[in-house]
């Protein structure tokens, strides 16, 4: 099994910053793209940020210069630097890892989901 663990989320005011962190652990024989998805009441989950297993990264344009994604690939985690934030970045913020098992199979992995809060 596979578990990844998101932390960091938290309550902030505009124009502040937070930074959230994914560890995965379990049976992991490797992973591939890591990414930052968040998600609303009532709206669909939406893709936020992604960094490949060499560094690659992409964002949406809605973070794009805002938010910064990195990984320690040695430790498994991945991290969403989160600066000038806006009310509109309020939602729960959910890690994903596309992970190759022990065993050899692939599977896209979620974690719990971590809650951040941006007053105004």
């Known amino acids: 099994q596979v578990q990844l663990v998101e932390s960091g989320g938290g309550l902030v005011q505009a124009g502040g910053s937070l930074r959230l962190s994914c560890a995965a652990s379990g049976s992991i024989a490797s992973i591939s793209t890591m990414g930052w998805y968040r998600q609303g009441p009532g709206k669909q989950r939406t893709w936020v940020a992604t960094?490949?297993?060499?560094?690659?990264?992409n964002y949406a344009d809605s973070v794009k210069g805002r938010f910064t994604i990195s990984r320690d690939n040695a430790k498994s985690t991945a991290y969403l630097q989160m600066s000038s934030l806006k009310p509109e970045d309020t939602d729960v913020y959910y890690c994903?890892?596309?992970?190759?098992?022990?065993?050899?199979?692939?599977?896209?992995?979620w974690g719990q989901g971590t809650q951040v809060t941006v007053s105004s």
């Open positions: 994903n890892a596309f992970v190759r098992t022990v065993v050899g199979v692939w599977g896209d992995y």
């Open positions: 960094i490949t297993s060499g560094g690659s990264t």
